[in-house]
């Protein structure tokens, strides 16, 4: 079994010397072919143990495996015949999936960086759609992300990654990486027909309303300002006005939608700038 990381798992079943006991040990060896020569490369002084892990290989190389028992009288080992020999290629370790990102009209996987692996292939399936597509192959062993530019908004997407090896013959591929969901952010709206009208002391600020959105922000910028300053944060879609004490005697306002997910907090174009005079 390829453990990855330039190592492989050596297994067999428990070998009883008689009824109530097992043999003395094992000795694990090892050749680069099948009908080479076979190098002693561990001995195991414990008749319950049933696996090895070889390490320090060469990824992409294929290695052939013996097992045989022992067992000890008179001071000196006593070997079993040889077990068939059982091969397996070295496969670099499987990828991690660390992060994946929605923003507006792109998704952005990232993973580790997998020693032995030439590059990645990222794998896409939609919800309700039950099998995977390859969407991309990266041929750079140092590139650890991809952006998708090809999702549709509102969609649930599902991502998984698997590293490949270019061997002399062929090329090899590791498992799957763990599967990661997320969806793709709906696009936010810019509110439009903004309108600001000066009363006796107060500013009445209006606009339409937009789809996908949690809420509104105000900002206000006069002449004292170095750039504009948030005015309020208006929570719900169907809020369509707020009132400001005013104190001064021009301002010119804007406003954007905005969506929580998650932690972070996407705001869509601010709107033209209107400008209002007591």
């Known amino acids: 079994k390829s453990e990855g990381n ?63 028992t022992f067992c000890t009288s008179g001071g000196k080992k006593i070997y079993s015949d040889y077990s068939d020999p059982a091969s397996m290629q070295v496969l670099p370790g499987k990828p991690s999936i660390q992060v994946v990102a ?32 390859k969407i991309a192959t990266i041929r750079d062993e140092s590139e650890t992300d991809y952006v998708d530019k090809t999702t549709k908004k509102g969609t649930t997407y599902y991502y ?12 090899t591929y ?3 990486s763990n599967i990661v969901k997320v969806t793709a952010l709906e696009t936010l709206y810019t509110p439009q027909n903004l309108k600001v009208t000066a009363e006796q002391g107060t500013v ?8 996908h959105t949690d809420g509104y922000i105000i900002e206000r910028k006069t002449a004292n300002d170095a750039d504009y300053q ?13 009132t400001q004490d005013n104190n001064v005697t ?6 954007c939608s905005y969506r929580k997910y998650g932690k972070k907090v996407y705001q869509s174009k601010f709107s033209e700038i209107v400008t209002c005079q007591l």
């Open 6 to 68: 330039e190592s492989l798992k050596v297994t067999w079943k428990k070998v009883k010397a008689s009824k109530n006991r097992y043999v003395k040990g094992y000795a694990i060896y090892r050749s680069t072919s099948e009908n080479g020569k076979y190098r002693k490369i561990k001995t195991i002084n414990k008749g319950t143990t049933t696996s090895y892990v070889d390490k320090g290989l060469v990824t992409g190389n294929t290695y052939y495996y013996k097992v045989r």
């Open 102 to 133: 929605a923003n507006y009209n792109t998704i952005t996987v990232s993973w580790k960086k997998v020693e032995g692996c030439d590059g990645y292939r990222v794998y896409r399936r939609a919800q309700g759609v039950f099998s995977y597509t």
């Open 160 to 171: 998984m990654i698997a590293g490949y090896h270019n061997g002399r013959k062929k090329v």
């Open 174 to 176: 590791t498992d799957a």
């Open 204 to 211: 009445q600020i209006t606009w339409e309303s937009t789809e």
């Open 230 to 242: 948030m005015v309020a944060k208006v929570e719900g879609a169907d809020i369509t006005s707020y």
């Open 250 to 255: 021009t301002a010119d306002y804007r406003i």
